[in-house]
Every structure is written in C-alpha cells, then in structure tokens.
C-alpha cells in the first residue's frame, strides 16, 4: 500500500502562485508515475500534470507554460508549481500514484485525500 498526503492547496487572487506537494509513504519502491488531477466545480476529474520516475513530464493544454511538475525521488515527494493562475484552476488538487507495471498516463492506484486550491479574480 502507498499512502499520499498533499499539502500547500489554499486561496489565491488571479495572477498568483501556489505551491503543491504530495508525500508519498509505504511500499513506495514499485511507484512509476505520478500525477496531479483536479475536479472544479461541477466538471470530472482531469489530469492536469504528471511525471515518470525519469522526469519525463505531460501537461494538460489547459495548464501548459503555467504549471511545473518535479519530483524529487529521495524524498518521495512529488510538486506542483502553480504560476499565474487563473478562477478556472479553481478545484481540489489529488495527488496520484501509478505501481507496478507501466500504464501510460492515465492510470493510477493511489490516491490522495485532495487539497482545495480557490483562485478568485
């Protein structure tokens, strides 16, 4: 089992700048990818960021030039850097993990319990 815990969701005025973590715990050595999902106000849940254990990364159009995913392996952490960020980043940020075999992108075991992140205009 892994355990995931984010930290650093909050609000923020359009324009500004948060900072997510995600700590990883447990049987941590089968982790690959990891991502960063949102779900706003009334919309699905949606990939917004998410790495290899390599560092190879994938953003969502949405989010591109504004969000930075890195991950520091000795840590087992995981972050989020959310610049210029707009109401419509509005959401609860999840953090995610994929073990074992490689599947691609959109595919995660584990989960985290959420952080809201609130960006008024």
């Known amino acids: 089992q892994v355990q995931l815990v984010e930290s650093g969701g909050g609000l923020v005025q359009a324009g500004g700048s948060l900072r997510l973590s995600c700590a990883a715990s447990?049987?941590?050595?089968?982790?690959?990818?990891m991502g960063w999902y949102r779900q706003g106000p009334g919309r699905q849940r949606e990939l917004v960021a998410a790495?290899?254990?390599?560092?190879?990364?994938k953003y969502a159009d949405s989010v591109k030039g504004r969000l930075t995913i890195s991950r520091d392996n000795a840590k087992n952490t995981v972050y989020l850097q959310m610049n210029s960020l707009k109401p419509e980043d509005t959401g609860v940020y999840y953090c995610?993990?994929?073990?074992?075999?490689?599947?691609?992108?959109?595919?995660?075991?584990?989960w985290g319990q959420g952080t809201q992140v609130t960006v008024s205009s």
């Open positions: 995610s993990a994929q073990s074992g075999a490689v599947r691609g992108w959109y595919e995660y075991d584990y």
């Open positions: 447990g049987s941590i050595f089968g982790i690959n990818a």
């Open positions: 790495i290899t254990s390599g560092g190879t990364t």
